[in-house]
């Protein structure tokens, strides 16, 4: 147990997740009314340097029903290697929609050129939060030149379009 004090609040912490063989960081919570689902980004420790884990992140999936013990369920999403998100998957967020899971994600792309520069969102669904599919073959967001510097415009910058938080229209728009 790891104890802390702030103010007047005690707050314990028993576990922290970590997974020996990759590194874990950037995470998002979907709770499913049963159990909460962690997404984070992952990639093999294997790897030596820790710079490297960019462009060879995944999405991983673990489960816990009180936040402190979890399951690790390995990949919940990795880049497609024919797509136009083959180098690495970054931060995002899950919502619920009209009874389906929609996972809004950061990736990065080899066909530009530009690495972990070129950054898109990317949109898939799942029924269950645990097999996921791409709802389209090209990003669902990028950024729009009309408001942002894009690497069409200079390409020596970088289009950092990531880390969706998506959340409903509470106008229903």
Excluded: C
């Excluded at 063989?21 to 159990?35: F, H, K, N, P, T």
């Excluded at 820790?50 to 992140?57: K, S, V």
């Excluded at 369920?73 to 931060?91: E, K």
């Amino acid at each position: 147990h790891h104890i802390r004090q702030y103010g007047p609040t005690l707050l314990a912490f028993r576990s922290v997740f970590r997974l020996d063989d990759d590194w874990v960081w950037d995470s998002w919570i979907a709770d499913d009314g049963e159990l909460y689902h962690l997404f984070f980004l992952r990639a093999p420790r294997s790897l030596g340097d820790p710079g490297q884990r960019h462009t060879h992140a995944t999405i991983g999936h673990a489960i816990s029903s009180d936040l402190i013990d979890w399951t690790d369920l390995g990949l919940a999403l990795a880049p497609d290697p024919r797509g136009w998100d083959d180098l690495s998957l970054w931060t995002g967020s899950v919502v619920r929609d009209t009874g389906r899971w929609l996972m809004f994600f950061t990736a990065l792309n080899t066909a530009r050129g530009h690495g972990v520069h070129d950054q898109r969102i990317g949109v898939a669904e799942s029924d269950d939060l645990t097999t996921w599919t791409r709802v389209l073959d090209h990003p669902a967001v990028e950024p729009d030149s009309r408001w942002y510097k894009t690497l069409r415009d200079d390409p020596t910058a970088s289009e950092t379009w990531r880390d969706p938080f998506v959340f409903r229209d509470p106008d229903g728009d």
